[in-house]
């Protein structure tokens, strides 16, 4: 299987929360990361996790991080249209960022 | 910083040319890498060098293409021949420790 699984598509209503999954194959990795690309322009870190860490808070966005079931989610409260994007779960192996194939956020009004 | 620099941004092109891509990455970082994207194959790494020298280049998709790093803030990915399969956005990244900072990235259309 893929070493990244997360689902293509989410449609959140504005104001809601949105819930982003993923599993991932490496229990070694030392960084786990959501990385967010807008129309038109490069991915964009927003933001990681050390692996000794099992939640991270910053703002809007939570990261939750279950080792022992390498699965990662991004919680991102109170949605907004300017969160509309594509957001790649991704982990480091050997000076390498392996990326999933992202999950396209669709912002109902 | 201005960030990772791509050029250039759009390229449209008739098969069997001879395409060049640029980057310049972020001053001071040692790794840089070339990534290509597509909705069916979504990223896919192509190849990536750490202090200019090439590491991987396992995710080059054939002999035609080939990438260079002839100095720290600059390097190439080729194209030779060029084919409609290779339609895609190509893009730049640069690391200095533990996070990728990507460049806007270069469409490349080839008819």
């Known amino acids: 299987g893929e070493d990244v699984e997360q689902s293509l598509f989410l449609s959140v209503r504005e104001g809601d929360s949105s819930v982003i999954n993923c599993t991932y194959t490496?229990?070694?990795?030392?960084?786990l990361y959501w990385y967010k690309q807008e129309p038109g322009a490069g991915l964009q870190l927003l933001t990681y996790?050390?692996?000794?860490?099992d939640m991270k808070q910053d703002q809007r966005l939570t990261v939750l991080l279950n080792k022992k079931d390498k699965h990662l989610s991004l919680r991102i409260a109170d949605t907004q249209t300017g969160d509309s994007a594509i957001y790649f779960c991704?982990?480091?192996?050997?000076?390498?960022?392996?990326f999933g194939k992202g999950t396209r956020l669709h912002i109902l009004p | 910083d201005a960030g990772v620099i791509q050029s250039p941004r759009h390229e449209v092109t008739e098969m069997g040319q001879e395409v060049t891509l640029r980057c310049k990455p972020i001053?001071?970082?040692?790794?840089l890498f070339w990534y290509r994207q597509t909705m069916m194959r979504g990223l896919e790494l192509l190849i990536y060098?750490?202090?200019?020298?090439?590491?991987?280049d396992s995710g080059m998709p054939e002999d035609r293409f080939s990438a260079k790093m002839p100095n720290a803030s600059f390097s190439t990915l080729k194209i030779q021949p060029s084919e409609p399969r290779d339609s895609a956005v190509y893009f730049c990244?640069?690391?200095?420790?533990?996070?990728?900072?990507f460049g806007p990235g270069t469409r490349l259309t080839v008819t």
């Open positions: 001053s001071g970082h040692n790794s």
């Open positions: 490496d229990s070694s990795s030392t960084y």
């Open positions: 060098f750490n202090n200019n020298v090439p590491i991987d």
């Open positions: 990244a640069s690391s200095g420790r533990y996070e990728q900072y």
């Open positions: 996790i050390f692996s000794n860490m």
């Open positions: 991704a982990f480091e192996r050997d000076d390498k960022i392996i």
